[in-house]
């Protein structure tokens, strides 16, 4: 859990560290936008601003959809991916203390046969 | 293995987490309810976590306190509420009061043939309280309450 969150911040604060990277942010704060529109604004070719959106969407601060021909990017992980990982930490959560718990009720099965 | 987690998002508001127990549920409710013996599992060495403190008044309207120290903070976080529902060995309800979105959990033990199937169910007030523990869920799960070393802590000199 904790390698996972630091891996996250790690990805978070590389895509943070490029200047280009942090005006595609706050761009995508006032409004959704294409690909095309964020290389235009920023004066790059597509390819650049492509890479530009891959490292972003990577660190999980983006989430692109092509609809069409049309890649838009917006800010944020994609929330069923979210609600996923969330879930899947809830049952390590849960697994974790359901087999310490099969100990418990072991031991108290026994401790009560002894006792009979 | 047939003692499989599952955990589930069912609705907008519900969270449910299942599991079987080879055991009766008299003794499985007893796992859930004795400070000393909850102690024992709530807390998963893997993740870090271990009990400051346990208190559990298991009576309808009685209130728990759990107190965690965690590897990763200074600050130990406290989990508290109140039994709404306590029915040796079927079923066990209490409010999660820590934060205002907190969820109301009840906890349903059904046995068949000496073993014990656990239900685990998540009742958030609304669909935003669950979304919202989604979007800060980075904690693995722990509502991110890190709370000062309150009066029963040092109460006990811990």
Same mark, same amino acid.
């Given at each position: ?9 790690? /990805? ?6 490029? $200047? ?8 995508? @704060?006032? !409004? ?5 529109? &964020? ?19 990577? $660190?999980? &601060? ?10 838009? =990017?917006? &800010? ?8 996923? $990982?969330?879930?899947?930490?809830? #049952?390590?959560?849960? $697994?974790?203390?359901?087999? %310490? ?16 | 293995?047939?003692? #499989? ?19 009766? /549920? ?13 102690? #024992? ?8 976590? +271990?009990?400051?403190? =346990? ?13 965690? @120290?965690?590897? %990763? ?16 060995? +079927? ?21 068949? @043939? ?18 919202? /523990?989604? !979007? ?21 000199? =811990?």
């Amino acid at each position: 859990m904790v390698q996972y969150i630091t891996a996250r911040l790690d /990805a978070s604060f590389a895509a943070l560290s490029d $200047a280009t990277r942090r005006g595609v942010l706050e761009q995508l @704060g006032r !409004a959704d936008a294409s690909i095309t529109d &964020l290389a235009d604004k920023f004066h790059m070719t597509l390819t650049g601003m492509k890479k530009h959106v891959g490292v972003l969407e990577q $660190a999980g &601060l983006v989430t692109t959809q092509k609809v069409g021909r049309v890649r838009t =990017c917006r &800010l944020g992980l994609r929330p069923l991916e979210e609600e996923a $990982a969330w879930i899947e930490q809830r #049952r390590q959560l849960w $697994a974790a203390r359901f087999d %310490a718990l099969d100990q418990v009720v072991d031991d108290m099965k026994r401790r009560e046969k002894v006792d009979e | 293995m047939n003692s #499989r987690t599952t955990v589930e998002r069912t609705s907008e508001r519900e969270l449910v987490a299942t599991r079987t127990f080879d055991g009766p /549920a008299r003794i499985v409710f007893e796992a859930w309810t004795k400070p000393e013996l909850i102690m #024992r599992w709530w807390a998963p060495k893997s993740f870090g976590i +271990s009990f400051l403190s =346990c208190e559990t008044d298991a009576r309808t309207g009685g209130a728990y306190r759990f107190v965690f @120290g965690h590897a %990763a903070s200074e600050q130990p976080m406290a989990f508290f509420g109140r039994y709404i529902e306590v029915t040796p060995p +079927s079923r066990l309800v209490w409010t999660n009061e820590e934060d205002e979105d907190g969820a109301v959990t009840t906890v349903t033990f059904q046995e068949n @043939g000496g073993k014990t199937l656990v239900v685990v169910h998540d009742l958030y007030p609304s669909k935003e309280a669950l979304d919202g /523990a989604i !979007a800060s869920g980075s904690t693995g799960g722990w509502p991110e309450q890190f709370e000062q070393l309150d009066d029963l802590l040092v109460a006990q000199g =811990c």
